[in-house]
Structures are given as structure tokens and as C-alpha cells.
């Protein structure tokens, strides 16, 4: 299960949790996606991660945010596991 994790910051980045069935999950403490660096467009939120396969590559979208409102800005990366 991913999942997204806050930090007393306010910043959100993308966890995974695993389990042998729908209803018990334990904590991976390795964190998937951080947020970014200063400046980028993940700074301060990477979350609500989402992960989907088709013609056998595999992509991974999750929401960002760098700045602070109401001058944010938002965008939803894709990582892709073959070359585009």
C-alpha cells in the first residue's frame, strides 16, 4: 500500500507500508519518493503516489507542490521505466 507521510514541517512524501492481506500492513521505514530541493517542483509536497503498467512499462505519477500558497505551484510528475 502506498501511502503519503507529514513531517511537523508540513511537508508530505510518498511511504509504502506491506502486508499478506488487505487488512494488516507494516511500515517499509525506507522512504519512497522525498520531497524535492529548493527550487524544485516537489519542495514541499511529493504525495498521493500512483502507480500503473502498460504495454510492459511501467509508470509512476505522484502530486507536487513547491512555494507557498497562495503563490504555489502544482504538477504531477511520471517516471516511466523504459525510455520514452
Not at 511537523?8 to 519518493?33: S, W, Y
Request: hydrophobic share 35%; aromatic share 8%; glycine share 10%.
Amino acid at each position: 500500500m502506498y501511502s503519503s507521510g507529514l513531517e511537523r514541517r508540513g511537508a508530505a512524501r510518498e511511504l509504502l507500508a506491506l502486508g499478506r492481506d488487505p487488512l494488516h500492513f507494516e511500515k517499509v521505514n525506507e522512504i519512497i519518493i522525498d520531497r524535492g530541493a529548493p527550487g524544485s517542483v516537489d519542495e514541499t509536497l511529493a504525495h498521493k503516489p500512483c502507480g500503473l503498467r502498460h504495454n510492459s512499462a511501467r509508470y509512476r505519477f505522484y502530486c507536487a507542490a513547491s512555494g507557498k500558497w497562495p503563490h504555489e505551484v502544482r504538477g504531477i510528475p511520471v517516471g516511466r521505466s523504459a525510455p520514452w
